[in-house]
């Protein structure tokens, strides 16, 4: 939801701004702008559209300056337009602001402002802030980080704001509650953030600022304060990122990279955790909070959207293998709806961002209440990372296409371990089974490999023939339901076509009505318990009609014969099975997507990283 950078230094800051609004534009794309320090003023340029069209419209290098501050832009308050894009002036023009997050009271605070006499020139809550700030600043007479201080106290809401004006030429000032914002420390320059990718080409030494504490940035000097005014001692962390991962490479999408990612970072979230030969599995985070899952009355998975699928995977799992009774929660809903928590539950979040907002405030919610909190994460320190008691990092590597893919299935390969873990710690499994999943879940990578070395033309094929279609159905069972689901989201997401996901049994009781012969019915269909069923609904969709499509295991010439067309993942165990069914689903949305001469990396409205509620 937006992202922001910032540079002073020595360097020309425009070039370098622009370079991080494009890494960032994963996290919103309706507007990009830059304001720039001039000695005795400020020069702002924006523009609605992505980097490219403020890019196309400031030029390549519009005037020389060392300092400024970048917004890419995803609306809440106010339609995506050049006068709703940031940055923001204030009312004196003294003082340029960006914002990430939303303020929530800023209706009274613009009454205020308007009693005053103020008036605004764009629909939203960020200039509402940056004139309340501007005000105090006027009235008392004081610094623009001591009216920034004061301001704060008295907004509700989220928000990472950078502001830069007339009177300190190579300063801005940067503040931040629940919202990410990251400052790169490099030799005489600072790099500020939304995350670390727009400074990774100059710096490895980052500081991650936490809620309530506001920075005084110059070239030379780093001040971190709290909102009482004390300071504070920044801590310097370094990278463990290679610029390489956050580049496209030889990939026309990020997307599509980071699908053929798979068979590695599924290693990856394995690596050091699974051990097939010796047969055993090391989660040192589950340790952390052995005694409470012993003793959990339930377990219950808050996330959402892709992450929420995963948590499905997991309730399947984790009731199977370990006997123990789960609850998968939207985290919006969680929320707000007082749920019944108790100190016996154990809450697990699953989070690529780990700055997802809903998330966040239903594991707040949570801890207050006693439960411990388990974190299923992909970005190292992100806001979940850190207020969770334990946890396991899925190590997926950065996720830059807005569609997640490779961060969805190391979701569900650290839920098989936790699953399997846990189940061995409750004595719920036998080992002969126990053993048999290590040896299948440890083959699960070469198998994604195979899955991208010989069906890419086929699903080609496919995407060819059905990317016309109005609307898709997804039918699956089992474990293979939530897999249903998430392929229905992936296309949805990406192509604009219209798609749902459901157990294919619950067919009968309403979406049948949908069928006919447009309509282009994905089963997932792989070799498991619930097959002579799932043919049985194959053949009723027939019957109809449909537009038999189906993910189909190898060898298995059943459904081959009674669908149009046929994707094909190895045989697997069912357990881990969903790790293979869900790949050729996610190229099927991809490949649809190029079919349409769409922005797979950026579909319409959506952003990576939903840090507002
Ligand atoms: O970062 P999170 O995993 O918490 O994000 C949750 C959802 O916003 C995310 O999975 C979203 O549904 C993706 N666009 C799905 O591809």
Redesign the pocket.
């Known amino acids: 939801m937006c992202g922001i950078v910032g540079y002073t230094g020595q360097k020309q800051a425009y070039p370098i701004l622009i370079d991080g609004l494009k890494k960032l534009e994963y996290r919103g794309y309706d507007s990009a702008g830059v304001a720039l320090h001039l000695g005795n003023h400020l020069a702002v340029y924006k523009k609605q559209g992505k980097v490219a069209a403020l890019k196309e419209y400031a030029g390549d290098h519009p005037v020389a300056s060392t300092t400024g501050i970048g917004h890419t832009r995803w609306a809440t308050h106010g339609e995506p337009s050049d006068r709703n894009a940031h940055p923001h002036y204030s009312a004196s023009g003294n003082i340029a602001m960006i914002h990430n997050g939303i303020i929530e009271n800023y209706a009274q605070l613009k009454d205020e402002l308007v009693s005053k006499g103020y008036t605004f020139n764009s629909d939203t809550d960020s200039e509402v802030l940056l004139n309340f700030i501007e005000d105090i600043k006027r009235n008392n007479e004081c610094s623009l980080e001591e009216a920034v201080r004061v301001a704060l106290k008295r907004v509700t809401g989220a928000y990472v704001i950078l502001l830069i004006d007339t009177e300190h030429p190579d300063t801005i000032i940067a503040a931040r509650k629940g919202s990410p914002l990251v400052i790169g420390v490099g030799k005489g320059e600072h790099f500020l953030g939304s995350d670390a990718s727009p400074m990774l080409a100059y710096t490895k030494e980052v500081v991650y600022i936490n809620d309530y504490e506001l920075a005084i940035v110059r070239p030379d000097e780093l001040i971190l304060k709290n909102l009482g005014n004390e300071r504070i001692t920044p801590f310097v962390q370094k990278l463990d990122l290679e610029l390489a991962a956050i580049e496209k490479g030889n990939y026309d999408h990020f997307m599509l990279k980071e699908i053929h990612e798979q068979p590695k970072t599924i290693l990856d979230s394995l690596r050091g955790r699974l051990n097939a030969e010796q047969g055993y599995i090391t989660l040192s985070g589950l340790n952390k909070i052995e005694e409470k899952l012993r003793n959990a009355n339930r377990i219950v998975i808050v ?6 699928h995963a948590g499905l995977i997991g309730e399947y799992l984790i009731e199977e293998l370990c006997r123990l009774n789960v609850e998968v929660e939207y985290a919006s809903e969680f929320r707000y709806r007082n749920p019944i928590i108790s100190p016996q539950d154990v809450i697990i979040a ?7 907002a809903d ?1 966040l405030v239903a594991l707040e919610n949570a801890k207050k209440q006693g439960a411990a909190i388990f974190g299923i994460v ?1 970005v190292v320190g992100s806001s ?1 990372a850190r207020i969770t008691d334990a946890g396991a990092y899925t190590h997926a590597g950065p996720e830059i296409g ?4 490779k ?2 299935t190391a979701q569900v390969a650290v839920l098989q371990l936790f699953a399997l873990k846990l189940a061995q710690l409750r004595g719920t499994i036998g080992d002969s089974l126990f053993q048999h999943l290590l040896h299948e879940l440890e083959a699960i990578p070469a198998k994604v490999e195979w899955i991208l070395d010989n069906q890419v033309e086929a699903i080609k094929a496919i995407a060819r023939r059905y990317r016309d279609a109005d609307n898709f159905l997804y039918l699956g069972r089992g474990y293979n339901f939530p897999i249903a689901l998430e392929g229905a ?2 296309l949805k ?1 990406i192509t604009y076509i219209h798609a749902e996901g459901y157990p294919a049994a619950e067919m009968k009781h309403g979406p049948i009505a949908l069928v006919d012969e447009k309509l282009p019915v994905v089963f997932v269909a792989t070799k498991d318990i619930y097959h002579e069923k799932i043919v049985s609904n194959i053949q009723e969709i027939n019957a109809r009609k449909g537009k038999v499509v189906a993910v189909v295991s190898e060898g298995d010439e059943t459904v081959n014969e009674l669908a149009e067309a046929v994707m094909v993942v190895p045989q697997a165990h069912e357990i881990v099975a969903p790790l293979l069914s869900v790949i050729p689903l996610q190229l099927l949305a991809y490949y649809i997507g190029v079919e349409r001469d769409l922005d797979v990396d950026k579909p319409r409205n ?1 952003a ?3 840090t507002v509620e």
């Open positions: 996330a959402c959207g892709t992450s929420w699953i989070s690529q961002s780990g700055e997802t998330t992909n979940i807005v569609a997640s893919t961060a969805f989201l992936k997401e959506l990576k990283s939903v």
